[in-house]
């Protein structure tokens, strides 16, 4: 079985087998003794998706390094859409082909629920929980067992086109801004406005005013409607009548919808492009990750600021930044525990989690990462570690994220496309319903 889905993932998903080769190592399991290969050393197979390749490759060619004789991890990467498909049919199978895996972060329910993880609370000490940021612990549990260890996290930070703003003339004090004294949304739309008024007056230089990096995403979309007090999903994980019918997801909706309808949000582009608008100007304002800067520096973009989300007036105290991002979880059926469970502390727990955050531009999943060197050299992380502290709220968790995600962003592209609120609402709920039956 492992040959033919080794051969399967070569031939159908065009991975590139990376063998790898750091420093220090996280303290040494208790548990069972794993079988050894030729040379004495444990191979140990990854998965992960080719976003996080740099920071991962870096971070298992310290591994291999610093444990060297008696472990060594060979890393696949696949192309982002490509490890949710894979995954399925691994498990499906019961495979043991991979023995450590990355999940996003809001998949774990789904995983754990479905067998396709193996519970690590055995493994992971109450002092290593710990160490990760609050919102970080949250993303790794389910039903009260840890399935998952947080690689990074991501924040949203409000970015702006600074040479745009001086052009049209506009001077705000964003340096002002703190997380405790935020611009609202109404300002923030009331400024997009005045600087499209003089920058594209007849509308043919298609300026915007506000864009979503993740235009039609749950992962930033929901924040609309977090910001008035509304919940992603009921805290039984399955209920969402009363929630997106609800008062703060409609006012959310149709405040977005006359945002797009008004120009100052974009209609018509997806989120694979946004970024390439921000950077181009044709959008002064950008809620993006703080993962962007990196993107940014290497087109050669560098007259930009960054400064906090804003607030929806009324609702200082109800403000909401979204969070989470890939996390590192065991094949149940992995026959090499002891050195799998070796490899997730050292990648997301110690000095391979170090390695990965400094390569990658991730924010930390560590406390102790935060660091005033890393706060100097990168200062928007200042704001993440703020709002991961006070605002950050985890995406849905759920068994059905994946049906939860998609019929959420069906919802809010329907809003933006014209579709009336509640109805697009009701339609939303309609099939989250029948999606979760088959989990309850």
Request: with cysteine; aromatic share 12%; proline share 4%.
């Amino acid at each position: 079985m492992k040959k033919v889905l080794s051969l399967f993932l070569a031939l159908m998903l065009a991975v590139s087998l990376v063998g790898c080769g750091g420093d220090s190592t996280p303290p040494a399991d208790d548990g069972g003794s794993d079988g050894g290969e030729a040379d004495g050393a444990v191979t140990i197979k990854l998965m992960m998706s080719q976003t996080q390749q740099p920071g991962v490759s870096a971070a298992v060619e310290a591994f291999n390094k610093a444990y060297e004789g008696k472990y060594v991890c060979e890393a696949d990467y696949l192309a982002f859409d490509n490890v949710f498909e894979t995954l399925e049919i691994l498990m499906s199978s019961q495979s043991s082909e991979y023995d450590v895996f990355a999940a996003d972060g809001p998949n774990i329910a789904a995983y754990a629920k479905r067998g396709y993880l193996a519970p690590l609370g055995s493994y992971i000490t109450e002092e290593e929980v710990q160490m990760l940021t609050p919102p970080m612990q949250e993303e790794a549990f389910y039903n009260g067992e840890m399935y998952g260890v947080p690689m990074g996290d991501s924040s949203l930070v409000l970015y702006y086109n600074k040479a745009l703003l001086e052009q049209a003339g506009i001077t705000y004090d964003f340096d002002a801004i703190t997380g405790e004294n935020r611009i609202s949304w109404e300002e923030l739309v009331s400024i997009a406005k005045e600087a499209q008024s003089k920058l594209d007056p007849d509308g043919t230089q298609g300026i915007f005013g506000i864009e979503f990096q993740q235009v039609g995403r749950t992962y930033q979309m929901n924040v609309l409607a977090n910001d008035l007090g509304g919940a992603n999903i009921g805290s039984d994980g399955f209920t969402v009548e009363g929630i997106m019918d609800g008062e703060a997801w409609q006012t959310a909706l149709k405040w977005y919808q006359d945002q797009v309808n008004d120009g100052v949000f974009t209609k018509g582009i997806n989120a694979s492009d946004t970024s390439s608008y921000f950077m181009s100007g044709k959008i002064i304002f950008y809620l993006c990750t703080t993962a962007m800067p990196g993107t940014f520096d290497s087109n050669g973009f560098t007259d930009y600021g960054f400064t906090y989300v804003p607030y929806f007036e009324g609702h200082e105290k109800d403000v909401t930044t979204s969070c989470g991002s890939w996390t590192v979880g065991m094949n149940p059926y992995s026959e090499k525990a002891e050195a799998a469970v070796e490899f997730i502390k050292y990648l997301c727990l110690y000095d391979g989690s170090d390695v990965y955050i400094d390569v990658s531009g991730m924010v930390p999943a560590l406390s102790r990462q935060f660091t005033d060197e890393l706060l100097a050299a990168k200062p928007y992380l200042a704001i993440a570690q703020y709002e991961g502290a006070n605002t950050a709220l985890v995406r849905a968790i759920t068994p059905g994220f994946n049906e939860y995600a998609t019929s959420v962003n069906a919802l809010w592209e329907n809003v933006r496309n014209g579709a009336d609120p509640a109805q697009a609402a009701a339609d939303c709920i309609g099939e989250l319903n029948t999606a979760f039956m088959e989990y309850q």
